[in-house]
Structure formats: structure tokens, C-alpha cells
């Protein structure tokens, strides 16, 4: 695998599905619709069968599994062409943004008192960064699989904000960061992304790498403040028309 390939199997093992089925070196996932992450096929690499072939064959597991098919894929990589030219199209209706920047950078040195790390996430946590203090079981497998830390930062005396860090091979993989709306512009987003750092550090990582949909300027902004810039972008892609239709009916 090239380097933008390897990062993506990373970012995929800090993310992990409910259900996931290898095809070659692709992976079909589902996590009760959970995320785009978690119920896409992770499209990098070789299928070992045709792509067309490999598109029927994540049409049958989205069908069977009762979500969209869709696939996520590098841009611009040859298997994105051939994607395209199976008949599939851009996803642009997908919620989170369907083209996503993957970047990376080294981790700050600390320490960062003003936050903390739990081992464990908080129904604050929760109803922060999902909107819920009662998360679903797929919920709650895919965010808290793995190694994983979650930074909280308070703010007159409740949880202001909130992000996910997990280790993979040495790379602290960052999601979920949120601050309540009341609470914003007062610095809390990097003050919590500090703490995680340096909780990262002390867990042997020392780059972090981020998922961030290319329209999220604001997002892009504190993480280029930060240090990081851009590895790579993948989109995702659904099928088009006269495509899956014998399996999504």
C-alpha cells in the first residue's frame, strides 16, 4: 500500500464498526448507520475481484445490512476512476460533507492542565459530542473500541467541551471534538485538543492525524493553527443511476 492508503487503514482501525467483512484488501462495515466511516465500505487497496464485481458485492452487504451503499475512496486515485466509470456518483448528499480532508501533524508538547482525559466517556460527554446521554449500542461500540481517551473541558462548573482521541500505531487519531454553542470562542477547542496531546504523548503517540470535511472551514483553521496540514482527501461515492437497484429495492 502507498503512504495516503496506509494512513487510511489507520484512521479505519481507530473507528471500528459493528460488523466489518474483508473483500481483498477493501472492508465492508456497518454500524447501524452510524457514521459514513462506519457503514462504508473502506475502498483502498485491491478487491481481488473486478471493481465493478466489488461495487455488486457492497451493494449486497449494504442491502443485507438495510443502509445506502457507498464506498470511500481516495481522490483522485485510479480506483476512484474506475469507480466512476462503473456508473457510480459522487455522494454530495451525504450529511458530514462527502469530500474529506486527512490531515496530519506532530503532536504539542505539554502539559495542558486547564482539561482532562477520561478513560471513559461521560452521559456529558455524550450528550455533547452526540447529542444524547443515552447512546445506542452501535453508538457506544464504535466510539469506544480501541484505545481511547476523552478530553473534557469544563466551563462555569459543566462539561464546555469535548473531543475523542484513540491510539493506533502510533498515531493519535482525533474525532468528535465539540463545544457547546454558549461556550465558543473562548479558546475551549484548543485547550481540550492540548490535553488530548499530551495524553496521546504519554500513550507512545507522537503525530495526530484528523478527518475533516473540506467545507468545515472552521475547523480546517484550528487545525492548521495547530501545526497540521492537509495528507491527503477521499469523497464518498454511491451508486448511480441503473446500478443496485435489483438490491436496494
Not at 8 to 31: D, H, I, M, Q
Not at 227 to 243: A, D, M
Request: glycine fraction near 12%; include cysteine.
Amino acid at each position: 500500500m502507498n503512504p495516503r492508503e496506509k494512513l487510511e487503514v489507520v484512521c479505519a482501525k481507530a473507528w471500528s464498526p459493528v460488523v466489518e467483512e474483508p473483500l481483498g484488501e477493501w472492508v465492508l462495515r456497518w454500524a447501524d448507520g452510524f457514521t459514513g466511516r462506519a457503514n462504508s465500505a473502506r475502498a483502498v487497496g485491491d478487491p481481488g475481484i473486478p471493481v465493478p464485481s466489488a461495487l455488486d458485492a457492497v451493494c449486497e452487504f449494504a442491502h443485507a445490512h438495510g443502509i445506502p451503499a457507498a464506498v470511500q475512496v481516495l481522490e483522485g486515485s485510479e480506483l476512484e476512476r474506475e469507480v466512476a466509470t462503473a456508473g457510480w456518483r459522487e455522494q454530495v448528499e451525504h450529511a458530514a460533507g462527502y469530500r474529506v480532508s486527512v490531515l496530519t501533524g506532530p503532536l504539542p508538547s505539554g502539559p495542558f492542565p486547564d482539561a482532562d482525559v477520561l478513560d471513559e466517556p461521560t452521559p456529558e460527554w455524550w450528550e455533547l459530542t452526540e447529542g444524547t446521554a443515552a447512546p445506542s449500542s452501535a453508538q457506544r461500540h464504535v466510539v469506544t473500541a480501541g484505545k481511547v481517551g476523552y478530553g473534557v473541558v469544563a466551563a462555569d462548573r459543566v462539561t464546555a467541551g469535548a473531543v475523542r482521541g484513540a491510539i493506533v500505531d502510533g498515531w493519535l487519531h482525533v474525532a468528535r471534538l465539540a463545544v457547546a454553542p454558549s461556550f465558543r470562542r473562548r479558546g475551549l477547542a484548543t485547550t481540550v485538543l492540548h490535553a488530548l496531546a499530551a495524553w496521546g504523548r504519554a500513550h507512545g503517540a507522537d503525530q495526530w492525524v484528523l478527518q475533516v470535511a473540506v467545507g468545515n472551514a472552521g475547523a480546517l483553521a484550528l487545525y492548521g493553527a495547530l501545526g497540521c496540514s492537509e495528507h491527503h482527501r477521499y469523497r464518498y461515492w454511491g451508486p448511480g443511476p441503473g446500478t443496485c437497484e435489483d438490491r436496494q429495492s
